[in-house]
């Protein structure tokens, strides 16, 4: 029976890899086989459950079996090639057209959002209810933090070996305005700062805000950016940051080992250069354990740490956060001066469901 049931899965998965039964299409039902092999039914499932295994077939309840094709073995992309000299940065229409150019009906990839079906919706319909309604709580501009808040992220951020006081988090407007703020604290227009190559078209656009160049290093797809081409550029070029996507990279999708996130905080410690890191992917790891960041392995206090709840919560709240370290001061000014204070209801709504154990 065993030799049968294969024998009938070799010759469906024949027909599917010469285009007979195509991707998506759906299966004579195990009757009809039955009879066209000459076979039990029985022999038909089995076939059907080996050509599953295999990666042809996808059952779906009470539908019956479709096509699938496996993914190809997929090479890792290679690596960008070193640049010789820093470039200015023109990303702004890029962004603005990938922001713009959305279906409905499609999956958004031109922006890293998570889809509606994994969001703690009603949970934080009620968390804003909540907060809307506590009185002049939600009427002050509580720069540089609602305090209910800034406490949660330290307890979050004690979880990932970074242990902090509630005063030293900056709240901001996003991840993406975080990323400004540091950029703003450690630059002035015309600096050159060192970026991943593939880099993320959000901190492209906020390198061209600030009016700064770019050197491009290397990422690795699997090992994150590469610590050989960035000590190239430091001993070339004035660097006055860098900025890293340490866990789970976009595009590249990159996770940097613990070991090189030591080896690049202590690189650029001893070249007295700050790290910013953008950390927003750290929490949606898939096995074993969430990353620890880069900023675990601070010691000088020079990792400017950025995050926000946009890819796990909810990207309208626009909630994020940043740990200056030594530039708060700085980066306290720059976020005063640019919009005074990030709002207070989002705020208070997700203390309340960070306490409830969201």
Not at 13 to 30: A, C, F, K, M, S
Not at 208 to 217: A, H, Q, T
Not at 272 to 293: F, T
Not at 333 to 352: D, E, G, V
Request: aromatic share 6%; net charge neutral; charged share 20%.
């Amino acid at each position: 029976m065993g030799v049968l049931y294969n024998q009938v899965a070799d010759q469906l998965q024949t027909l599917i890899q010469d285009g007979v039964y195509r991707e998506g299409e759906r299966l004579p039902g195990v009757r009809a086989l039955s009879r066209q092999f000459s076979v039990s039914i029985s022999t038909v499932l089995q076939a059907h459950q080996t050509l599953e295994a295999r990666g042809f077939l996808v059952a779906r309840e009470r539908s019956g079996y479709f096509v699938r094709l496996p993914a190809s073995d997929i090479p890792e992309p290679s690596m960008a090639e070193q640049r010789s000299k820093p470039l200015p940065v023109s990303a702004r229409e890029m962004t603005l057209d990938l922001c713009a150019d959305e279906q409905k009906r499609m999956v958004p990839l031109a922006t890293a959002i998570p889809h509606p079906d994994y969001l703690p919706l009603r949970q934080i319909q009620q968390c804003t209810l909540w907060a809307a309604r506590r009185g002049l709580e939600t009427l002050d501009y509580a720069f540089p933090g609602k305090e209910s808040f800034r406490r949660q992220i330290a307890q979050r951020m004690a979880t990932v070996g970074v242990p902090i006081a509630p005063d030293e988090v900056l709240v901001t407007n996003g991840a993406q305005e975080a990323i400004i703020l540091a950029l703003r604290a450690v630059t002035r227009p015309g600096d050159i700062v060192a970026v991943e190559s593939p880099s993320f078209p959000g901190i492209l656009q906020a390198l061209e805000v600030v009016g700064l160049r770019v050197i491009e290093v290397p990422t690795h797809p699997s090992e994150g950016l590469s610590l050989e081409g960035l000590q190239l550029a430091l001993e070339q070029w004035p660097l006055k940051a860098c900025v890293v996507v340490t866990n789970h990279s976009n595009p590249m999708g990159a996770r940097m080992p613990d070991v090189r996130k030591q080896q690049l905080v202590s690189m650029l410690a001893a070249a007295n250069v700050p790290l910013i890191e953008d950390d927003i992917y750290g929490d949606l790891y898939h096995i074993g354990e969430r990353p620890k960041p880069a900023k675990a392995f601070d010691r000088t206090d020079g990792v400017i740490y950025c995050s926000s709840f946009s890819k796990t919560v909810s990207p309208g709240l626009r909630l994020g956060w940043m740990i200056p370290g030594r530039h708060m001061a700085s980066a306290r000014q720059h976020k005063y001066f640019s919009n005074l204070a990030t709002s207070t209801i989002p705020q208070l709504a997700m203390a309340h469901f960070l306490e409830q154990g969201g």
